[in-house]
């Protein structure tokens, strides 16, 4: 079975630093999707950035960029010139893109606390 | 494009009654997908839907938990009877037929039995 980990329960970074969010994985698949999700007290999970497995290029989407360590099972987020808005838990995700079905498999997650 | 919709957003029950919760997915999406997130956890597959047939329901607690999605569209989820254990929030997502990397989420359902 798929497991996801996220070893950081809490995070803190000031406002316009930069911060890595951490997540490694078990899988014993070769095809699969890893993802970043937000979500705000508002609860609504927000996609924050998406990687192929097959992809050597790490993924960006502004100032989000991940960190794609196939071998080492490992895919870290970092945010650049954080702001106040990005504050929220943060849950790192996978899906096994060569199974019969398409489920997440979420991290346990990281609240991010932004101090302005 | 109008998002997934939920309702209600919050509901309080006692332990043994029974709810219902309802979902909207976005026009067109073929694959709809049921989450139960529990308090400090990350959500957890409760039931996917292809249209209006069931692809992986393989942790939804069968006893007391159901879903449909008539007519490949809408879908319900009801607990029956209700236990403190469900107190969660129920999210509902879904994605375009065979782009599951696309799922896109409602704002939830927060359910708290007492």
């Known amino acids: 079975a798929q497991t996801v980990t996220q070893s950081q329960p809490e995070m803190s970074v000031q406002e316009a630093e930069t911060v890595t969010l951490s997540c490694t994985y078990d899988t014993s698949e070769s095809d699969y999707y890893l993802f970043w999700y937000k979500q705000p007290p508002s609860r609504q999970m927000i996609l924050v950035i998406r990687?192929?497995?097959?992809?050597?290029q790490n993924a960006t989407e502004n100032r989000f960029s991940v960190n794609f360590q196939k071998a080492a099972k490992s895919f870290s987020l970092k945010i650049s010139d954080s702001q106040l808005g990005d504050a929220a838990m943060y849950f790192c995700a996978y899906i096994n893109s060569g199974g019969s079905n398409y489920k997440l498999t979420f991290g346990k997650g990281t609240l991010l606390t932004v101090n302005p | 494009e109008a998002g997934v919709a939920q309702s209600p957003r919050y509901k309080i029950i006692e332990k043994r009654q029974s709810v219902a919760f309802w979902c909207n997915p976005i026009?067109?999406?073929?694959?709809l997908y049921w989450y139960q997130q529990i308090l400090g956890q990350g959500p957890k597959l409760l039931i996917q839907f292809q249209n209006n047939g069931v692809v992986d329901d393989s942790q939804l607690p069968k006893d007391r938990f159901s879903a449909e999605r008539l007519k490949g569209v809408d879908s319900t989820l009801k607990i029956q009877p209700a236990k403190l254990e469900d107190s969660a929030v129920y999210l509902c997502a879904s994605s375009p037929l065979l782009k599951f990397s696309e799922q896109y989420f409602g704002p939830g359902t927060r359910l708290t039995v007492t």
């Open positions: 990687q192929e497995a097959y992809k050597q």
């Open positions: 026009s067109g999406h073929a694959t």
